[in-house]
């Protein structure tokens, strides 16, 4: 595991505890990570602090100038990945992660 110190253990237990309700659209695959400490190299780190956005705020950036367009959510998925094949960025864009990163110094160097 990465070098965490008693703070900073005790702050991630504490975030990852505490329950809240919200009317966002969450993604359970980053719940189960959201204020982990995730071990990088040698001695760091790096955890997702807050993130916002999903599957559903990218397929709505790209069909925004379409119109309603196919509602299925394997047609989601197909957009998605037609959107990621065809290196179209801008929708990928509605998402967003805050991320903590700690490292040695000689990492951060390179």
Do not use: W
Request: proline share 4%.
């Amino acid at each position: 595991m990465s070098n965490l110190n008693a703070e900073q253990q005790a702050e991630i237990d504490a975030a990852r505890a505490a329950q809240a309700t919200t009317r966002r659209p969450t993604v359970p695959a980053l719940e189960e990570i959201l204020y982990s400490a995730l071990p990088v190299l040698d001695h760091g780190f790096v955890r997702v602090i807050d993130y916002f956005g999903d599957d559903a705020a990218i397929v709505q950036a790209a069909r925004v100038s379409y119109g309603k367009g196919t509602k299925k959510v394997s047609d989601d998925r197909n957009l998605i990945r037609y959107l990621m094949r065809h290196r179209h960025s801008t929708p990928f864009e509605m998402c967003e992660t805050s991320s903590r990163a700690s490292g040695s110094a000689i990492a951060r160097r390179t």
